[in-house]
Each structure stands twice: as C-alpha cells, then as structure tokens.
C-alpha cells in the first residue's frame, strides 16, 4: 500500500465588501497614504461591519463545499484557527459547524495568532495521514477589527478582515502535504498581545478605560524577530527537502508586512514573480492571509508544484509549510 498524504482538494476565500482604504485612515488618526504604503504595502483593508467571526466562517465553508461538490454531513473534522472567535468559549468552529449543518463533524479553534493557519494545516494533515479521517477543512479567519483600537495609529492601518479555508483529503500519490518546522517562544509575548480579556487580567471598568482590550504591538521588536525568524524557517524546511528556489513554484508568505514579505523571499532566494503578495488591498487578517492567497492564486496552480508556506505571529509563532499542490 502506498503512504497516504493528505492533500487540498478545495479551497476558498472571502473578504467582506467594505473598505478601509488610507484616505480613510488619514481622517482618523495622524499618518498618511505615504507612510503606511511605504513601511507596509498596505493601500486598503477590508471591514465586516456587521456579524461575527463565524459568519465569514459560513460563507467560507459554503463556497469550499460547493466547490468540492460535497454536503456538510460528509466534513469529518473543523478546524478554525483565529485570533478572533465569537466567544472566549464555545468554538467558533462549533459555531459554524451548527450554522452551515455540519452535523457529523467535531471541532476546535486554534490559537496561535497569525501562523494559526500553519499550524492548523499541520495539525489537520495528521488526522488525514494516520487514516482517522478522510475530509478536515481547515479554516483561517479573523475580524481583526473586533479588536483594533481605531485611535492607536501603530496598529489601525496594519490589519483587516477575511480570510479562507482548504478541505483535506487522503491522497495516493504522493502529493499534498509534505513537511513542516513549527516553532514558538512565549518570552516574546508581551511584545504582541491583547492585555486584558484573559484570566491573567480579566475584564474590569479599569481594563476598558484603558484601552486593553485591543491589540497591543511594540513594532520594531516584532518586526525584527518576524524577519529573521520566518525567513530562517522558511529556508530550513527547503533545505531539509533538498529544495532549491528552482524548485519552488511559490512562496506564500503571511501578509504581515511587505517588507517581511520581501526579507523572506530574498532568504529563500525568491524572484518577487513567485510570490504571492495581496497585501496592498487587504491588509494583515492574521489567520486569513495564506488561504487567501491560495485561493487568489487557484487558476496559476498546477498539480504537482511546490509550494513553500511560512508566517510569523503573536506569542511568538512561527514556522513553514512544504507541500505539493494536488489539482
């Protein structure tokens, strides 16, 4: 029998309607299209103004299935990576497993900021591999602006909302997932980290006041460990492979920064025409950025390319993904 991998058969994105362009952001706190286009790439992002986390989530996995051809009843497992879920508790994946009538599947949320994603490709593959499961959807989504401070003009003009989600399958020949180096390091957390909400500090009139309930990013810091740690990640997966930028068909970097994007790529000795970048219109959505990627880039993939994942968030997170695209 040959090894079983597990390999994505659908994927699908969404971004809400609404914009916030720079123009935008110019009127509401002191920055301009200049600045925030030169030190991000960012030119818009997209707002949900109205519905939660899982409302994207349904519209997400509505698109995947209808794609696949397949109903609700037949998803095994829901993995939903965000940073951003309905409620402390339940799971926004068990939210949206209710919601679109995925009554035979169980699920989670994972948190691990913006390599959620990653993570969770990594952890859904496994239920594939061993054989458990023969259909996980793993979705990456946030409302990022459920938790921007719309006054704090370090982190208002970096983030928005949407993102994807891919359905696993088993696959016989070999392609799909392939390998991953996943890494954390909790002594980076108070660099990037939502203060209060927590049991660590649970929500107070003094948490509110003070403004503690949104993201809260020392930049330089975290620009400094992202770009030496997602790129040095990304290039370890390649080497442990054997893998050349030759060989890579693309690299899908997290949409953080575009300067992080371009670090990551110059150390995988990637030519900027094999990188996925959509950052300029939707800004960071933190778990979202790679699946909507893969799904912006669904039309140029072909069976058989290899593609090199890597992102870096909060906690510290980060690591790379190597697999094979199966259609």
């Not at 003009?157 to 359905?167: E, N, R, S, T």
């Not at 068909?249 to 920064?257: E, S």
């Not at 371009?262 to 990188?275: L, Y």
Request: hydrophobic content about 40%.
């Amino acid at each position: 029998m040959s090894q079983i991998s597990a390999a994505i058969t659908s994927v699908f994105g969404y971004a809400p309607e609404d914009k916030l362009t720079n123009q935008d952001l110019e009127k509401m706190v002191d920055t301009n299209d200049e600045w925030i286009l030169s030190r991000t790439g960012i030119k818009e992002r997209r707002i949900q103004k109205e519905g939660a986390t899982s409302d994207m989530g349904v519209k997400i996995m509505e698109g995947l299935l209808a794609k696949r051809g397949i109903s609700p009843e037949e998803i095994d497992l829901v993995i939903c990576t965000t940073a951003t879920p309905d409620y402390v508790f339940p799971a926004t994946a068990n939210v949206i497993c209710d919601k679109i009538g995925a009554k035979n599947a169980w699920g989670y949320d994972l948190s691990a900021a913006c390599s959620g994603f990653i993570y969770g490709l990594t952890t859904g593959a496994q239920f594939i591999q061993t054989g458990m499961y023969k259909k996980v959807v793993v979705i990456g989504i946030d409302k990022m602006s459920s938790i921007i401070d719309y006054q704090d003009r370090a982190t208002c003009i970096i983030f928005g909302d949407g993102g994807g989600a891919v359905l696993l399958e088993p696959n016989n020949e070999g392609l799909g997932f392939q390998d991953a180096i996943l890494r954390s390091d909790g002594a980076g957390r108070q660099f990037l980290v939502m203060k209060a909400g927590g049991s660590a500090k649970p929500a107070s009139r003094e948490t509110v006041e003070n403004r503690e309930h949104y993201v809260y990013q020392e930049g330089k810091t975290v620009f400094k460990f992202a770009v030496t740690n997602m790129a040095e990640t990304a290039a370890e997966v390649m080497e442990r492979n054997n893998l050349t930028a030759d060989d890579i068909a693309w690299l899908v970097p997290h949409q953080a920064n575009k300067r992080i994007i371009d670090a990551t790529a110059d150390r995988c000795g990637m030519p900027a025409e094999k990188v996925m970048v959509n950052i300029e219109r939707y800004g960071n959505t933190t778990n979202g950025t790679i699946p909507l990627c893969l799904w912006e880039w669904e039309d140029r993939l072909k069976k058989g390319d290899n593609l090199i994942l890597a992102a870096f968030g909060g906690g510290f997170t980060w690591g790379a993904v190597y697999l094979k695209w199966a259609y």
